[in-house]
């Protein structure tokens, strides 16, 4: 870094400061001159202050009952008194610059200028008003000098049937501030003989104090200079030694004080940078441990993913394999809670789902699977992570879906054309989380399906996140959604679904994972 050339800054700082000494001193001077203006300045802010509450209390008061009569007349289409008791208090009141009722459209319902009724606003000010969709107080500059205005729109049955806007002169208050401040000149010119002598006086004692503190500042903010140049150039360990509890000593240890936090910032960052990059990569292996989303096509059904973790990883999971004898082997869990550690419990089931598939075989079974995830789950987790999981091995020769379940919820099957109540039917079984205990045991089950049924295999994060205003989603939209879809196919009705519940949720974070499997059967196979 190239060093900067040119005066010491004890040499800066004493002329400098004998300036700001001279000034100080005239200055002095000056404020004393001007004691007498700084009463009258007091006062005429508090006369205004005073006046404008008091104009905003009768504004604010005086636009709601307003707003209530110009409503009652509005409703009514009482529009003939309306344009009688609007100019009654424009003209009732010399205070009162103008007031008007507008319609939603901006046309003037009545004005307490007669002339301007059924004419459209066409000033910046009443536009602006007019656009405005809460009450407004505000001052503004009118035509005729400095106004106090207040706008209050007209709502009906949350429907916007008009606007009022009430103007105040502000005309008394300047006229009152302008009195003053001739007052205040006057009490200037008697001051400032008495001030003369005094100031030339200050002008020499304050420069041989200028002179004394500028000698006596500038040696530690060198040093302070000095060791900041240190940190710039990368030595982070100097620090400052404080010798004064004055200012520049506070200085020195905040100095410090920022020093150490920069030092534990950079380490942190460091730290937080490379956890981010392994997260990273965590969520990369992940995504591999899940099909792609493209649609998966079957002689006897076509089925669609998807996966959408709360965090970098997540505890959902889903599966789906081509058995050697033709049947299909679809599978999805969800592990306790989400994250890394959760993600790594996936990581298990698919493992364990992977050998116990590649040694099974066509002899496979959805018992036999759950029970030996269990025992993986079991010894990897110690009981401190647990995992619902679905098992079901659809069968196209028969057409038959058989399944075991581990803690999961219900998968559905939609019977497009089913009498009202049959059309949506769940897979219930009922079993141990994997994990829960060591040596559970799986019931299995089987039911027969029918071309053109629909299969929604899901995890608990669909019905149970939430919207802004802290409701879930439920079985019950969830479901609707899955009706409104049945016609389509596994891709397009998943993005569908997943569209509904995206409008529902709108921009808040999701709380958990979500993770759903579409599948139809074919009508041809």
């Known amino acids: 870094m190239e060093k900067r050339r040119g005066a010491s800054i004890s040499v800066k700082m004493i002329a400098t400061s004998t300036l700001l000494i001279l000034v100080i001193v005239a200055l002095f001077g000056t404020l004393n001159v001007v004691n007498t203006g700084r009463v009258f300045d007091e006062a005429a802010l508090r006369s205004r202050d005073a006046f404008v509450q008091s104009l905003q209390r009768r504004g604010q008061a005086q636009a709601k009952d307003l707003v209530q009569a110009s409503k009652t007349a509005i409703l009514g289409n009482d529009f003939k008194t309306l344009q009688e008791f609007v100019p009654e208090i424009g003209n009732g009141d010399p205070e009162v610059a103008y007031v008007f009722v507008a319609d939603e459209t901006g046309q003037v319902m009545a004005h307490s200028n007669t002339n301007l009724n059924g004419k459209p606003i066409t000033d910046a000010t009443g536009k602006e008003l007019l656009a405005a969709k809460t009450e407004v107080t505000k001052e503004v500059q009118g035509s005729t000098g400095k106004q106090y205005v207040f706008s209050r729109p007209i709502v009906q049955d949350s429907l916007r049937k008009g606007t009022v806007v009430l103007a105040y002169s502000l005309q008394l208050l300047e006229s009152s501030l302008q009195k003053m401040v001739a007052e205040k000149e006057a009490a200037f010119q008697s001051a400032w003989i008495r001030t003369a002598l005094i100031g030339l006086f200050f002008v020499l004692v304050g420069t041989a104090l200028a002179i004394f503190q500028g000698l006596r500042i500038s040696r530690p903010l060198k040093m302070l200079a000095w060791r900041a140049d240190q940190i710039a150039r990368g030595d982070l360990e100097t620090r400052v030694e404080i010798s004064s509890n004055d200012e520049i000593g506070m200085l020195g240890e905040n100095f410090n004080y920022m020093a150490d936090r920069l030092l534990i910032l950079m380490r942190e960052t460091a730290e937080k940078a490379t956890l981010e990059k392994e997260l990273e990569v965590a969520r990369t292996i992940q995504e591999t441990l899940v099909p792609p989303t493209d649609l998966m096509v079957r002689p006897f059904l076509n089925l669609a993913g ?35 550690p959760s993600a790594m419990i996936t990581a298990a089931a698919k493992a364990a789902c992977d050998v116990v598939r590649a040694t099974e075989g066509s002899a496979l079974t959805v018992t036999r699977l759950l029970e030996v995830m269990n025992h993986a789950i079991f010894e990897s987790a110690k009981r401190k992570f647990v995992m619902t999981c679905f098992a079901s091995i659809i069968d196209p020769k028969v057409r038959t879906i058989t399944y075991a379940n581990a803690g999961h919820n219900f998968p559905y099957l939609f019977r497009p054309g089913a009498p009202d109540g049959t059309d949506f039917q769940v897979l219930m079984s009922r079993g141990n989380r994997l994990g829960d205990l060591e040596d559970s045991a799986y019931a299995e089950k089987v039911h027969q399906l029918m071309p053109n049924d629909v299969l929604v295999w899901y995890t608990d994060g669909i019905v149970e996140c939430e919207n802004d205003r802290g409701e879930e989603y439920g079985e019950k939209r969830f479901r609707a959604a899955i009706r409104r879809a049945s016609d389509l196919d596994p891709v397009a009705m998943r993005e569908s679904v997943v569209g509904a519940a995206g409008q529902f949720f709108g921009d808040r974070a999701r709380k958990d994972d979500i993770t759903m499997v579409f599948a139809r059967v074919n009508t041809g196979a």
Do not use: K, S
């Open 306 to 340: 998807y996966f959408m973790p709360a965090t970098v990883c997540g505890g959902d999971w889903w599966t789906v394999h081509d058995m050697p004898d033709g049947r299909v082997l679809v599978v999805i869990g969800d592990v306790t809670g989400h994250g890394v």
